[in-house]
């Protein structure tokens, strides 16, 4: 399976030696599960997306420090690329600002926490056992953000959630996977400590 990587933001540079950058972080936690993937990676923020839905069976958008409903071109031009994605249900995982992206493209809304910050490792739980999960309904995930999804697009179904964060991980039919934590963190930091 070639998955495409879509790099929307960078790590801080005294980082990357020791993680680095999201593409990295990626790659390594999908090796691990699977060690045949291979990968392509484009810099949206620096206006690069693929030519086609069809250059990779899917994508995976990472996070970053930008706010979705930020105006930038490069952003709108991300939002277009995942409605067509999802026209052609082409599969997509979003993370963080990729899961809040996601929801924006596709009719959801987005804004800033009443609650603040969610920072550090925060633990969902499961609605309706959205998956098999080994120690039961809760999984847990680093989170750093005040954005966060506030309303679904239509047609999606909440999977995830916890007292901070309503909507921490969505679906779009089997084609769209979406969530507000990261597992590319919690997985790199672990492994280097």
Request: proline share 4%.
């Amino acid at each position: 399976m070639h998955i495409g990587i879509l790099r929307t933001d960078s790590v801080r540079p005294e980082w990357v030696p020791t993680y680095g950058e999201y593409p990295d972080m990626f790659e390594r936690l999908l090796l691990a599960e699977d060690g045949d993937l291979t990968f392509t990676t484009w810099n949206v923020e620096a206006g690069e997306l693929p030519d086609t839905v069809d250059a990779a069976d899917g994508f995976l958008i990472t996070g970053s420090k930008s706010s979705v409903y930020d105006d930038k071109d490069w952003i709108r031009s991300l939002e277009g690329f995942v409605r067509e994605c999802h026209a052609a249900r082409r599969k997509v995982i979003g993370i963080c600002f990729g899961h809040q992206l996601v929801a924006q493209a596709l009719g959801g809304v987005v804004g800033k926490s009443d609650k603040g910050w969610g920072v550090g490792v925060n633990c969902y739980s499961v609605d309706e056992a959205a998956f098999d999960l080994a120690d039961g309904d809760q999984f847990c995930l680093l989170a750093s953000h005040q954005d966060q999804v506030v309303a679904m697009p239509p047609g999606a179904q909440r999977i995830a959630t916890n007292d901070h964060c309503e909507v921490a991980g969505m679906t779009l039919g089997a084609h769209m996977l979406t969530f507000q934590g990261h597992p590319n963190s919690f997985r790199s930091t672990r492994e280097r400590s």
